[in-house]
């Protein structure tokens, strides 16, 4: 009978306990932490630290618990991992996401529990489009928007012809058709190869070759695209067929690609060298706590996104049950960017200027990524009519 | 009609490189009894060891021979410390040791090597496209593995077929307990056995790691086509796992060539693009299903058992 008293007891305080919860802001960030692409949420949970570590690890006065969660970059490991989230742990934002079959696969548990959540990598067009969510927000970009300043500087080169290659998945497609959108001169052709398994693609290079392009575009992010360069390089093709690229060449992957990606242009809404206060103290800061590393645009975004989460929590005072206020607040996109300011859009993706990198030589004779112009001036997604966002 | 020349040498050094792998699985499997899920985390380990020797020597070819070297006598002691006690066991306790050996290879390299993987880059006399016909170039490192493949299936040939190791290896894969019953010094044959097969998996991967990246779990995917490769040749075969794994080379390269285009002709576009490389990775399993029903010993096994 006493036992059963107690067991009651501990049933009341236990029920009581989700009250008490809001005592800390529990954010839960899902990225790939095993297997080859591992390097990548390595650096998006550095730099989520290091944003934390820079604002005190406390937002609206209370402390911050971050859940990181592996996806194996597989779409139903991360959905299973996002409603483990939700449903145990209780977070109140959801972050992260590298790839967009994981996002499209995960965001159905997200919508219907109305949890906040910051997408920092992934960009799907359905996200900004049809399934664009009113807790949803983006400290990246979506998925065309890239790829389409990379096709309007192949106009300003004046670039004649293309063969377009890139892998089978969601992002990949939402690549290869924005580079189509604003590049005017002729698609020789396109392949789609498998994802992420096929990592040959001596196929796709002798197509690329026998079609008589004038230059090819790619989208191999992470381990993909030093091994493309690879192959590129030495299917001879550098001299013939110059190489453009989106989301191929970062700071991850130029230690491996070296020389092969030397004079390699690409697009990127943050480049390490942009001038603004904030990102010269993110890019000092990263390279001093983590030695040995440089952080890349994933992490940029990840940094980002604990700020806007902070913005919102701040804006509350740390009461993250007002949902509504802390949306409004983060619709404002009030925080220090390290990509310059930027606006949200009506489906919460951020409208912002894109950037031409290129590769060079540092002082010291190692590799690093340079912003050479600014390709376009706050470049909207083609998407955002079709978000009703209800 | 020059690019089919070209896919077709794509085709042929896929294959080739699929077969050094499957020829050590196959000897392991048929002679040993022996499944080894392992065979992957070899391969890793030959372009590990590769990518590093090669920064050590400072020369390309030096390299690659101390990675071999290495791959084999990591073969031999692999064999020596863990797997022979596994033997007599059940398949099923070989499926979940030589897991627990993926796992192992994977996390020591981690620890070793670091999670970020490694490049190899070539000497520049191999990364000059060679011109094989009036207009058709061809990859002179992808040529140097084919050339390098051939000679290795022709070695092995040789001494599978022209030696007294290479009979005992035979007798083994048509009957195991007849050649221990004949006073053959089994233990012995098995080590080297294993060792021939981890050597084999390191030459793949340190084949291949110039064209990819050298990195963790690199073995595991390209490790089911192995298998694929040793079903339709039939178990213990080398002639069987060398002609599958042309086959499937070919298979994979030209339909990942042509599927679209011939998909294009039926379907829109854009559809075509998204079903062709599905498609086209099915096409050999496709392959091994019809293997299986027509001649579930494979179409060369090695021996009736």
């Not at chain 1, 381990?223 to 093709?237: D, S």
Request: glycine content about 10%.
């Amino acid at each position: 009978m006493r036992t059963a008293f107690w067991l009651a007891g501990a049933t009341v305080l236990a029920l009581a306990n989700p009250a008490l919860a809001g005592d800390t802001i529990k954010i839960g960030f899902v990225s790939t932490f095993s297997g080859p692409t591992a390097v990548i949420g390595n650096d998006m949970r550095n730099s989520f630290e290091l944003a934390l570590d820079h604002i005190g690890r406390k937002m609206g006065g209370k402390p911050v618990e971050v859940i990181y969660e592996d996806d194996g970059q597989k779409p139903d490991v991360g959905k299973q991992k996002t409603e483990k989230l939700i449903q145990s742990d209780k977070v109140d934002f959801i972050a992260g996401y590298i790839w967009s079959n994981v996002l499209l696969a995960s965001l159905k548990p997200v919508v219907d529990s109305k949890t906040m959540m910051v997408i920092a990598n992934a960009g799907p067009s359905q996200v900004a489009g049809e399934l664009c969510s009113p807790y949803v927000f983006s400290t990246s970009w979506q998925n065309d928007q890239t790829p389409q300043a990379v096709g309007e500087y192949m106009n300003q080169k004046g670039v004649k012809s293309v063969f377009l290659i890139g892998p089978n998945y969601a992002a990949g497609k939402d690549m290869l058709a924005g580079v189509k959108s604003t590049f005017k001169g002729e698609v020789k052709g396109e392949e789609y190869t498998v994802w992420p398994s096929q990592l040959d693609f001596s196929a796709e290079l002798s197509k690329a070759r026998a079609s008589g392009a004038a230059s090819i575009f790619v989208f191999y992010p992470g381990a993909a695209g030093v091994q493309f360069l690879n192959q590129y390089a030495q299917a001879g093709l550098k001299a013939q067929m110059p190489l453009y690229t989106a989301f191929t060449i970062d700071e991850l992957s130029l230690p491996l690609q070296k020389e092969n990606a030397l004079g390699v242009p690409g697009a990127q809404q943050w480049v390490n060298d942009l001038p603004n206060e904030q990102n010269k103290k993110f890019v000092a800061d990263y390279r001093k706590k983590y030695t040995g590393l440089r952080p890349t645009f994933y992490g940029a975004q990840s940094y980002d996104a604990a700020q806007l989460i902070a913005s919102a929590v701040e804006a509350v005072k740390g009461d993250t049950s007002k949902k509504d206020e802390m949306k409004a607040a983060m619709q404002k996109a009030n925080f220090k960017s390290v990509r310059g300011a930027f606006k949200f859009g009506n489906n919460h993706i951020p409208i912002q200027n894109f950037y031409l990198q290129d590769v060079v030589k540092d002082a010291d004779g190692s590799l690093a990524l340079k912003t050479v112009a600014t390709i376009v001036k706050d470049s909207q997604d083609k998407y955002h009519d079709k978000c009703p966002m209800k | 009609m020059l690019l089919v020349v070209e896919q077709f040498l794509n085709g042929l050094q896929f294959g080739l490189l699929l077969f050094l792998l499957a020829a050590g699985l196959t000897l392991v499997f048929g002679i040993m009894d022996f499944v080894n899920l392992a065979h992957g985390s070899l391969y890793m380990m030959g372009a590990y060891f590769a990518a590093t020797f090669v920064v050590w020597t400072g020369s390309f070819v030096l390299g690659c021979v101390l990675a071999l070297g290495a791959t084999l006598l990591l073969g031999i002691l692999l064999e020596f410390v863990a797997l022979r006690h596994l033997y007599g066991r059940d398949h099923l306790d070989h499926v979940l040791a030589t897991f627990g050996l993926i796992l192992f290879f994977n996390d020591a390299v981690r620890l070793i090597w670091g999670p970020a993987g490694l490049a190899l880059p070539l000497p520049p006399w191999l990364t000059v496209p060679f011109q094989i016909m009036p207009g058709v170039y061809y990859p002179a490192y992808r040529l140097a593995i084919i050339v390098v493949a051939l000679l290795v299936a022709l070695l092995l040939y040789l001494v599978v077929m022209r030696t007294r190791i290479g009979m005992l290896i035979r007798a083994g894969a048509s009957n195991r307990e007849m050649i221990g019953a004949l006073g053959i010094n089994i233990k012995l044959l098995y080590t080297l056995v294993f060792g021939l097969g981890a050597a084999l998996a390191g030459l793949a991967g340190l084949m291949q790691a110039p064209i990819l990246t050298v990195q963790i779990g690199m073995g595991e995917n390209i490790l089911i086509l192995a298998f694929v490769i040793i079903v339709i040749g039939g178990i213990g075969s080398i002639r069987g796992a060398f002609l599958a794994a042309i086959f499937v080379g070919m298979i994979d390269t030209l339909g990942r060539a042509f599927l679209p285009d011939l998909l294009r002709q039926i379907l829109s576009s854009a559809a075509a693009s998204t079903a062709a490389p599905a498609l086209s990775s099915m096409l050999i399993y496709l392959l091994m299903a019809i293997v299986l029903v027509v001649r579930p010993e494979g179409l060369f096994p090695a021996g009736r058992r």
